[in-house]
Each structure stands twice: as structure tokens, then as C-alpha cells.
């Protein structure tokens, strides 16, 4: 049971490159997030889904895209990115209802952006 | 604007003391409360929550938080705190409604010595 995968784990980018974190989830939830986490500044939530097909803003979604194609997966693209988007990412996912254990997260992306 | 506090960046407990780690938050309605515990380099970990009823949650690892409606906190304790209790703790909260994003607090670091 991998429950959420992020991949990849790390990465460096250069200004203005652009890129895709993939977060795939086994237990057939519902729900997908996606959070950026910066010290301080505890977890923001940059997008997120609440099914198939469907993807809404969150706190800080600048400057980043998402889609929901397949229930399991949910991608967060980077079209050019920045400095100031040098960050965690984690992804999490829940199911609609009986979420005894609140919410599943990855094991997070670390990103740098130079 | 809804929003969770935890006023200290770092605690500092000696090993077998107990240990409190705040928190406060301001969302309207009856909101889920949760603690996550994240360790070096991993992904976050649930620990607690608080949905309604009893005020005193237990949880994982032998942690207990405390919901208190009058003064909107919901602190988290340990009796006898552990040098392997040492990582970075978030409150989070979700109000009400059907999307089930969390806010989080801006994080704990708890460092418990020998």
C-alpha cells in the first residue's frame, strides 16, 4: 500500500524552465492537494480537487497549473518558473467521507529554483 | 480572514517533562482541528484530531491535545516528553464545509534533550 507518491524528490531548475510534480494516490480518494511549505509559514494550499476531471485555486496558486485527468493522479505544472517558487511541495489526499486519520501526504519535492 | 497561531517557534523541554506545544485558531463554525508531526526530510504525519465531543483527544505516540471552545486553542501535551519527540509540529484546522482544505499553522519545532 504506497498510499500518496511524489515524484521526482528533488529537483534544480533555472529561471524560466518549466516542469511537472506528480503526486499519485492508490486509495481511491476524492480529494487532492497540493501545499507549498516555507519556513514560517507553515503549509498553503496552492490548488486543489475535489474529483475527476474538476481543480479549484487555493491560497497561492500563481504562477502554477494543475489538472486531474485520472482520479489516482494529480499534476501541479511549473510553466516558468521563479526564484521566489524555491520550496516544498507536498501533496495530500483524503477520501468524501469517514477520513478517520484526516488527511494522507507525500513524502514532498524538494524544488530550487536558481 | 480564518487563521491558526502557534505563537512559539521552537520549544525546548528536557527528556521526561511534559511538554505543550500551542496553538490558536480563529475560523467560524464548528471546525476540525488536527495535529502533524513532520520529521527531517519526511512528508507530514498525523497524530490527532478533534471532531467534536470529548475535550481531551488522545492520539498517537502517546499525545494528547485539548480542545477549549472559550479560548478557540487546542494545545498539544505529552506527559513525558522523548528525545525521538524532537520535530517540527503544525496545527491545522478545517472549517466548515465540503472542500476539506486545512489550514495550517506555521509550525513547532520541538526539541526535547537528554
Known amino acids: 500500500n504506497a498510499g500518496v507518491t511524489q515524484t521526482p524528490k528533488f529537483r534544480v531548475l533555472k529561471t524560466g524552465q518549466s516542469m511537472t510534480l506528480l503526486c499519485a494516490q492508490d486509495m481511491n480518494h476524492e480529494y487532492m492537494y497540493w501545499y507549498r511549505q516555507d519556513p514560517g509559514m507553515g503549509l498553503r494550499l496552492i490548488h486543489y480537487?475535489?474529483?475527476?476531471?474538476?481543480?479549484a485555486k487555493g491560497e497561492v496558486p500563481d504562477g502554477y497549473n494543475v489538472s486531474r485527468l485520472k482520479k489516482q493522479n494529480f499534476l501541479l505544472g511549473l510553466e516558468s518558473a521563479a526564484p521566489s517558487q524555491t520550496s516544498v511541495y507536498f501533496c495530500?489526499?483524503?477520501?468524501?467521507?469517514?477520513?478517520?486519520?484526516?488527511?494522507?501526504f507525500g513524502s514532498g519535492t524538494r524544488l530550487t529554483v536558481v | 480572514a480564518q487563521s491558526v497561531a502557534q505563537p512559539e517557534d521552537q520549544v525546548n523541554v528536557a527528556e521526561g517533562n511534559p511538554l505543550t506545544v500551542k496553538c490558536t485558531y480563529s475560523v467560524s463554525g464548528n471546525p476540525y482541528l488536527f495535529w502533524y508531526v513532520q520529521y527531517p526530510n519526511r512528508g507530514l504525519q498525523f497524530l490527532l484530531k478533534?471532531?467534536?465531543?470529548?475535550?481531551l483527544v488522545k492520539g498517537s505516540y502517546g499525545f494528547e491535545a485539548e480542545f477549549n471552545k472559550s479560548q478557540t486553542s487546542f494545545h498539544l501535551k505529552k506527559p513525558s516528553a522523548l528525545v525521538s519527540d524532537s520535530a517540527l509540529y503544525f496545527c491545522?484546522?478545517?472549517?466548515?464545509?465540503?472542500?476539506?482544505?486545512?489550514?495550517f499553522g506555521q509550525g513547532t519545532t520541538l526539541q526535547v534533550k537528554p
Open positions: 491545522a484546522v478545517r472549517p466548515s464545509g465540503n472542500t476539506g482544505k486545512l489550514i
Open positions: 478533534y471532531i467534536t465531543g470529548d475535550n
Open positions: 495530500a489526499s483524503r477520501p468524501t467521507t469517514g477520513f478517520s486519520d484526516g488527511y494522507t
Open positions: 480537487s475535489v474529483g475527476e476531471g474538476t481543480t
